[in-house]
């Protein structure tokens, strides 16, 4: 019996089951799909609404039809210049087309090394093709205006390896930095655990030694004058949202003051903790709001402890739900900014948070909670009943903030600080492009470049026509079957064009610093069969790196080398201070006293302690 399923299963890669399965699935996928377009279609027009889709799909319709409108516009513009062309999506392409087609001059601007947001629906084959079939008329940068020429030198070392008969050489425009162009923290072996963590406490040092050096001085781009480097000039990128929030941790952790525009506001332990205090003052009965108080770190009870107390008697006893109790009263009479004021004090949160790592952010976003709460009460009464909240009390309050923070952009943790000039920005590869700083740590590079099925996307027939691109273009689907061998050759093509992606990736990263670049070496991948974003970089552009040099080929470049830990340090290098003082780390209270140097300018003096000179 084995021998028959084992001989069965040897053919399932020709079964025609499998593909007939597939193909239903994907007209099950596309109908749906089409359905549920055709009754957004249906609410957007009876509400008079149009999306960012629309703008362009009715814009192309309105020139294809309407003859009189696309002369009106030949007649107005002039020229017609298009900047990021390489972010173009098919109905933005058609749409310019059909203008250039008519008589408008155009000229396009673009990048394709930097085509990176094809999450968003661009897709920088049609800018290839256009560049392709118009040769004669395209005409490549060659210049440089960021990097110091040390530092373009090596990215121009890279260049022919990332993009192969492709690259042009950049001469780099700016003048010489103070700073050494290259450093590299290296990591040899492989961290058993809490990788990411462990590579950001190493990275976390060097970037600690470089701001504690009175010698790492940059040009001002302001005054164009020499200054001491601080924390707003270094920039921490990596490919992951993930990953950020563990460099952010670990950095705040050594004494870095960091900036991250991270989503989870509303998933933030500060303002969960005021919901559920909310939603306790809204509901004394509310078992979860209640439970979930009692054990935070402002309660008094171990989950097991309040659990028994719920079962045994119905209620917990909590001195933080008492002071809650007490605010009950009077409840109806205020107003739901007010409710969240009270709330706040009498759980004492800003006290709290202050003396966490990430106080000020934790502030930042109990500051966010009062003004959602203000802008409620200043919010039209109609228009709230119109979308199904009724009321104006704390739990009408919560359901409006549930469905505000769905909105796009409607989770994002607000800036500590308007403007932080000694904190370390940290963001992603994508959000890095098009922004710049004085020194860039391009982190995470052991990240696996992995093609995955189901992948749906869109493909084109032909690019010969590119007035009937539209006509040319089709959706494929590559399914994911039981067959490993089947599913190897559908990847085969995928994963070529992940890597692809991945090169243009790395080229934005690395190519976002002025004066010094800071990589993160996993030299403990070497050898290793899996597509990496380092072994992309290492194998292709046939980089080494020795104890003060990094080849890349047969060039070589100076650079400092930083040797990693395979485990996190014991002092996570925070100054704890002296004796049992626990001081905030934001506020008048955060000064720690001490004796004031003779050397220091008073801010004042007074008559009885001027000394006059004999």
């Not at 070496?521 to 990496?532: F, I, Q």
Request: with cysteine.
């Amino acid at each position: 019996l084995s021998s028959v399923v084992i001989e069965a299963a040897n053919e399932l890669p020709h079964h025609p089951g499998p593909l007939a399965h597939a193909h239903e699935h994907l007209r099950a996928l596309l109908s749906a799909g089409q359905e549920v377009l055709v009754h957004y279609a249906e609410a957007k027009h009876e509400a008079g609404l149009v999306d960012y889709s629309d703008m362009i799909a009715m814009a192309g319709q309105l020139l294809r039809t309407r003859p009189d409108v696309l002369q009106a516009l030949v007649k107005r513009v002039d020229c017609l210049v298009v900047d990021e062309f390489q972010d173009t999506n098919p109905l933005q392409f058609a749409l310019l087309w059909q203008l250039k087609e008519a008589g408008v001059p155009t000229i396009v601007v673009g990048d394709l090394k930097q085509a990176i947001m094809g999450f968003q629906g661009a897709d920088p084959r049609l800018f290839d093709a256009l560049i392709r079939q118009h040769a004669d008329a395209s005409e490549p940068l060659t210049r440089n205006w960021r990097s110091q020429p040390r530092l373009m030198d090596f990215v121009n070392a890279l260049g022919p390896g990332l993009f192969p008969d492709e690259y042009v050489a950049l001469d780099p425009q700016s003048k010489e930095s103070p700073l050494s162009p290259l450093d590299v923290v290296s990591f040899s072996q492989k961290a058993k655990r809490d990788q990411h963590a462990i590579r950001a406490a190493a990275v976390g040092e060097h970037l600690k030694a470089l701001l504690d050096d009175n010698g790492q001085q940059i040009v001002d781009r302001r005054t164009e004058k020499l200054r001491r480097l601080r924390g707003g000039d270094i920039a921490v990128l990596c490919p992951t949202h993930h990953m950020l929030a563990t460099y952010a941790d670990v950095l705040r952790a050594q004494g870095v003051r960091v900036r991250l525009q991270a989503d989870g506001w509303f998933s933030s332990r500060p303002v969960q903790i005021a919901r559920h205090a909310l939603a306790y003052l809204a509901n004394p009965a509310d078992r979860l709001g209640a439970l979930y108080l009692a054990v935070t770190e402002l309660g008094s009870c171990s989950l097991r402890d309040a659990l028994a107390q719920m079962m045994d008697h119905g209620r917990i006893n909590e001195p933080l739900l008492d002071r809650l109790d007490e605010l009950a009263g009077g409840t109806v009479e205020r107003t739901v900014y007010a409710l969240v004021a009270d709330v706040i004090h009498a759980l004492g949160l800003f006290d709290v948070v202050a003396l966490w790592p990430d106080g000020e952010q934790a502030r930042a976003n109990l500051l966010r909670l009062l003004a959602e709460a203000g802008e409620f009460m200043d919010a039209n009464r109609e228009a709230l009943a119109s979308g199904g909240y009724h009321g104006a009390g704390i739990q009408t309050f919560l359901s409006w903030l549930a469905a505000r923070v769905e909105e796009k952009d409607g989770d994002k943790q607000p800036d500590p600080r308007v403007l932080d000039e000694n904190a370390i920005v940290l963001t992603t590869w994508h959000g890095s492009k098009g922004r710049e700083w004085p020194i860039v740590a391009v982190c995470g590079l052991d990240r696996e470049v992995k093609a995955r099925l189901p992948n749906v996307e869109l493909g084109y027939s032909s690019f010969d026509e590119l007035s009937q691109l539209l006509e040319h273009t089709r959706i494929e689907y590559a399914p994911l079957f039981a067959a490993k061998e089947t599913n190897e050759r559908f990847l085969a093509a995928l994963q070529d064009a992940s890597e692809i992606e991945a090169r243009r990736l790395l080229y934005v990263a690395l190519t976002r610093a002025r004066d010094k670049l800071v990589l993160e070496w996993p030299e403990y991948l070497s050898g290793k069969d899996n597509a990496t974003y380092w072994s992309i970089l290492a194998g292709n552009c046939n980089l080494s790196l020795d104890k003060d040099v990094i080849r890349a080929g047969e060039q070589e470049f100076p650079c400092v080398v930083v040797e990693g830990d395979a485990e996190l340090p014991d002092d996570p290098g925070v100054d704890a201070g002296s004796g049992d003082l626990q001081l905030p780390l934001m506020g008048r209270r955060a000064i720690r006293p001490g004796t004031v140097s003779e050397l220091l300018t008073p801010d004042s003096r007074t008559p009885s302690k001027l000394e006059i000179a004999k």
